[in-house]
């Protein structure tokens, strides 16, 4: 059973472009939630999707955007690309949205270098 | 809004010594709490969780964790540390929602073989 799988594993880009980032959920879960997690911090949460919708937005600028698919796979997008956007990028999955008790797993995660 | 903070950014220990890392967290309500470990180049793992029932929770590779609901706090514990616990270690909260944690800034852990 693949756990969560996130690609690419690396990745540099420019100021002023822009990114795509992928994620495939663990088997069996629904629910994906984006991280950012800057040098020397603990991840941030940026957003999360459960049934093809936003149903969860941290404190990100608009230029951060998703998208989920039928198969629970999920795209996150970044627009107009900063320095500080550098990072390292963490998709996590759980099964439900909603349901206590659960725990999220986590991928192994996107460094992007913005140059 | 919930806060997490850890108070030792850095600890350094020699092997078989014990540990203890500190968690505050804020926040009103009733929460799930998680440590997780980040090892060099690899995804966060759960070490141990908190969902309900004994406030005394006990996780893989030898670790623990008390929750003091009247402290705010989930420390973790573990009586003798390994080599092979070198990393960075996260401690995390929730409003029963899995996906979205709030996490502290993390705690290195350096042990001196």
């Known amino acids: 059973d693949a756990g969560v799988t996130q690609s690419p594993t690396h990745l540099i880009k420019t100021r002023g472009q822009q990114v795509t980032l992928r994620c495939s959920p663990k088997s069996g879960h629904d629910t994906v939630s984006w991280y950012q997690q800057a040098l020397g911090q603990g991840p941030q949460f940026i957003f999360q999707y459960y049934e093809e919708e936003e149903r969860q937005r941290g404190n990100f600028p608009d230029r951060f955007s998703g998208h989920q698919f039928p198969n629970y796979s999920s795209e996150l997008n970044v627009n107009a690309l900063l320095l500080g956007d550098s990072a390292l990028y963490l998709c996590?999955?759980?099964?439900?949205?909603?349901?206590?008790?659960?725990?999220?797993?986590f991928g192994q995660g996107t460094r992007l270098t913005v140059v | 809004a919930q806060s997490v903070s850890q108070h030792n950014h850095h600890v350094i220990l020699s092997e078989a010594a014990s540990l203890e890392l500190g968690c505050n967290y804020s926040y009103g309500g009733t929460v799930n709490l998680f440590w997780y470990v980040q090892y060099p180049g690899q995804h966060l793992q759960l070490l141990l969780k908190?969902?309900?029932?004994?406030?005394l929770v006990k996780g893989i590779k030898g670790f623990e964790a008390e929750f003091i609901k009247s402290k705010f706090s989930f420390n973790l514990r573990k009586p003798s540390v390994q080599w092979s616990d070198t990393a960075e270690y996260f401690c995390a909260v929730n409003a029963f929602n899995a996906g979205k944690s709030t996490f502290g800034d993390g705690t290195t852990l350096t042990v001196k073989p």
């Open positions: 908190y969902f309900s029932g004994d406030p």
């Open positions: 996590a999955s759980s099964p439900d949205r909603g349901t206590t008790n659960t725990e999220a797993f």
